[in-house]
């Protein structure tokens, strides 16, 4: 059953509503101008629905179940007056696009730069993200990935609390702040990912089981009870989705999103919610021509997720790869307890370089248990890497960048080893130039009780690294405001110099066809433990590049084939990027990376 949840207005004005409450034995609009209510007529299926005159773009409405307290609309384009208020019918046809002409970038073209919209800019808006789109571009960024904008409690969020996942966030600029960024992004080439949350609802604002059966208690998550996606009454649930996802490309132009930790969606139906959403939006790519792409994040290494439908996959294009970052990590020098704790070092680095999961059908310590499988048939477009990302720094009591864990020179390390790789880059905002403000979990929620339950379960959650210091509150401004980008510290020479690295590194990527096609089985690998080194090949049509990567404290000799014809193309060491310096050639200083290029083997 095919419906559009919520209120649309069609070619002649009229506003099309439609509510699924399936257990409900009456629903009336309210119009919170006039005070008027009208009732909706039951359809099937759980739905009701009206279309009327009488609501017009603007106007504030509730929903009234029963005859019992008026409630906001879980499909709401527009929530105004925050999470408990009203919501408002918006008009989404009523934005004038300019961006007819803009085809969205195949992903092995993607360049990502993952950035929080309340935290990039000091005002936090689209409107300000907008103003950056230059740096952007200037930096190499061919896309931008922004974090949950579904409306949450107050003004604060990770936006992993959204309690609306079709309202967009009124403190960044509501929905036609969005559209016009979305706008101006295609305008300057830059494709948009947005990071939506299908695996469960904030606490504060959720009115979902209000009105119908959203979740089932068959499966639990961190969050409680999952969603419904496979008990009964499901169909309606997974329309509500699936027609959000449709929502974000049709209506919105967004290029790509990424899906918030998959391996937490439970469904046992014969079709999986993921691959029934693909078999849709394969529909609308059909029906508009454009291509839009479904990115996942996914902590099983299953390769099920990425394949495609017909190899009876799930059909998601690309996935993160933590692993990769876990493993670089560790053989940077990181911490190696919790998760780390099954990382040793370079040597799985190589292997993430090779095979993309660490883990794919071997134990796991950690997990105790034999983990993943292979993944040699993906593609390396369909893997995405990083030194950092929102969790990886925000998920430390400290939110500490790896500018503040690293070395200047292990930084640039870092980078390069992303970079090289046969997958696609992921930036953090700000690592470009070695930001140092930290990037910390912060809350804004309005419920007292909820409110003293996080800032008490974040201080159990660090508990045993109080000794260093104390975790910091989520519900302060403080904590919001420290994790807000400095941009006047740009300025500094080092970040100038490590700005103007990951401008010559993302430049180099872009100009060598051996390191921007992204063909997995033209790679090898050479690992030196003892040393320290890893030695990257690869190769495209003759031409071949050489990355040697230096983790250790000392300087190196580079057991590098014969140096005839190779041209040394970076040298993270180099003084310009205030490094300690090149050395002569077949040596490598100390945590850092060279790149040799040879066309003519």
Known sequence: MKKIPGIR???????????WAPLAKSIEILLIGTRAKNPLNQTGYGYWEL??????????????????KPLPDVASLSQP????GPSKAIDLHSFEWNDEQWENLSLEKYIIYELHTGTFTPEGTFETIASKLDYLKDLGITAIEIMPVAQFPGERNWGYDGAFPYAVQNSYGGAYGLMHLIDTCHKKGIAVILDVVYNHMGPEGNYFTEYGPYFTDKYHTPWGNAINFDDAWCDGVRNYFIENALMWFKDFHIDALRLDAVHAIKDFSPVHILRDMKQRIDHLMADTGKTYHLIVELDLNDPRFIDPLEKQGYGMDAQWIDEFHHALSVTAGGERNGYYSDFTGIGQLAKSYNDAYVYNGIYSPHRQKIFGSKATANPGDQFIVFSQNHDQVGNRMLGERSSQLFSFEMQKLM???VMVASYLPLLFMGEEWSAQTPFLYFTSHNDPELAKAVREGRKTEFKAFHVEAEAPDPQADETFIRSKLQWDKLTTDNSQKMLNYYQTLIA????????????????KTIVDEDKQLLMLNRWYNGQQVYCIMNFSKTQQIIPIPEIVNWQKVLDSADSK???PGSLPTLNIQPESLIIYLNNHV
């Open 9 to 19: 207005f069609n070619s002649v004005g009229q506003a099309e509503i439609t509510v």
């Open 508 to 523: 180099i990527r872009k100009e060598i066809p051996a390191l921007h096609v992204l063909d997995r089985k033209a790679l």
């Open 51 to 68: 279309t009327t005159n009488q609501l017009k773009p603007n106007d504030l409405y509730q929903f009234i179940l029963d005859n019992k």
């Open 577 to 579: 990027w205030n490094g």
């Open 415 to 417: 980078a390069g080893a």
């Open 81 to 84: 007056e925050g999470v408990h």
